[in-house]
DNA sequence: CGCGGAATTGAAAATACTCAAAATTAGTGG
DNA sequence: CCACTAATTTTGAGTATTTTCAATTCCGCG
């Protein structure tokens, strides 16, 4: 985690995170990008979409393994996930760190920061991606002008905030076995929200952010995975994923159902 | 949890649970209230503070074990903590529950229910306890009037985020020993900023509610405190907690140090 | 072709859980 | 106010799940 250095100039070289001209110019706005039924201008009129273009930011494209931002650094930005995926991770006094968060396109990151001004987690890129830059200060005063703007944001906020109690119910009390089925459900239903295909996609993430995010070790996700495939409930290959039996891995999630190791 | 029942008729009856005409009238509004510094008028001007206070719907006092608002109930209201303790829990498909956290005087209930617009927790009163009702929809209002209150309920939701981030990375990643010193110097750094004893505090909760809490069961909270008293930490007694050594306490919240059990 | 990170698998160990019983405390009714 | 009952807490013994440690294997990439 703390130790994954930026691994750059695979795709993008250290330039690239920096703005890239010709995409300014091409830059077309919330109206014209995919995510805007997702993502902040969600429900917005034609003309409040316009108000909103006007105080985003420049674009940011980031590497894989490139931080967004870190823990410590102060608050400026939201920012809208326009392609690609990130995690965010909180890191405690020992170093260690624990994985709170993945995100993909339309997820809005840096809300938790808003509070004290102060960024307490890294967003890192899993992939190359690409964000937009939403200045608060600037999303604040237009609050003002666009209540719609702002209802919409606090619906945001609030999800952000059961989403993360649907978390801690995961690590309270489940187990392993189960974990992994909500996370591969989840995963699944967020890619279906997207248009892509809910049975079949790449996780983004290595098996040990997965279990760090689950609260497992590297060895029991692959442990289950091994055993969700010897159980035909998926297919694995490398970081992609087929669920070949969503019905029963939802029960799973659910906990109405379990699966034992074979003998 | 769930089969808690409302035991009334303690100190209170069924009746107490609805508005007390007597108080209404001495109602003194927030600008009295001696949470103000940290509820939802903090840092606000006089006049400002006034025109919260006329939003600001009844109050309701809640028996110990009744419930504020239930997982689908629709959300009209948050909450202030007036005085009194609270635990928020959700319920999972299988009936079990996970607290997600405990609430006091000056904190804000029901946040987690805007994106939805509907509850999916339950809010209960741990004791005897009073809560300001505050109509959303009023406040939405007056958020275009009062920038300093928009900022500051922004604030307020994201450390809600930033709390339950902490969680994760307590659920995530502690060992039970590390989880329970968590628990306790986090309590006592709260009473601490309502002008209580830092070093001596009454647990409002069960040792069952703290075990769920902290993703532990009941007999490993009993061993864990037994372990912590033998070894000098702690005096308890029932639910009255002296913190004798806070700063190994705060070590082994911070992972710094550990204690084994002795032999 | 070989290096290195990532993933898989196995065996042993540890932490926390379950089950059970006893002790303590709180609540209820006489 | 006391006694009885129910609920909560404590403690012990045995167990289970998951971790840790270790050894391979797999794969991408130079």
Chains 1, 2 share one sequence.
Do not use: W
Not at 146 to 163: G, N, W
Not at 247 to 261: D, F, H, I, V
């Amino acid at each position: 985690m703390g130790r994954a250095r930026a691994r750059l100039g695979a795709l993008y070289n250290a330039g690239m995170s920096t703005t890239i001209p010709i995409l300014q110019t091409l830059k077309a706005g919330c109206a014209a990008c995919s995510m805007h039924q997702l993502c902040l201008p969600m429900g917005l009129e034609d003309a409040d979409i316009e108000r909103l273009d006007r105080i985003i930011g420049r674009r940011r494209r980031l590497a894989r393994d490139e931080a967004l931002y870190k823990a410590g650094d102060s608050f400026r930005n939201l920012y809208a996930v326009r392609f690609g995926h990130f995690k965010t991770y909180q890191v405690n006094a020992a170093g260690e760190a624990q994985i709170t968060g993945f995100q993909m396109a339309g997820d809005l990151l840096g809300m938790d920061a808003i509070g004290a001004g102060r960024h307490h987690c890294d967003a890192v890129a899993l992939e190359d991606s690409e964000v937009c830059e939403i200045p608060f200060a600037n999303l604040e005063e237009l609050f003002g002008q666009v209540p719609a703007l702002l209802r919409h944001f606090h619906r945001l906020m609030s999800s952000e905030i059961t989403r993360e109690q649907n978390a801690m119910l995961l690590l309270g009390n489940m187990r392993a076995e189960q974990r992994l089925a909500v996370f591969l459900v989840n995963k699944s239903a967020r890619y279906a929200a997207r248009g892509y295909s809910p049975t079949q996609f790449a996780l983004r993430m290595s098996r040990e952010d997965i279990g760090n995010y689950l609260g497992l070790t590297i060895e029991s996700i692959s442990r289950l995975l091994s055993r969700f495939r010897k159980l035909g409930l998926v297919q694995v290959d490398k970081r992609e994923v087929t669920l070949l039996d969503p019905a029963r891995l939802k029960a799973m999630a659910a906990g109405t159902e379990q699966c034992k190791p074979m003998a």
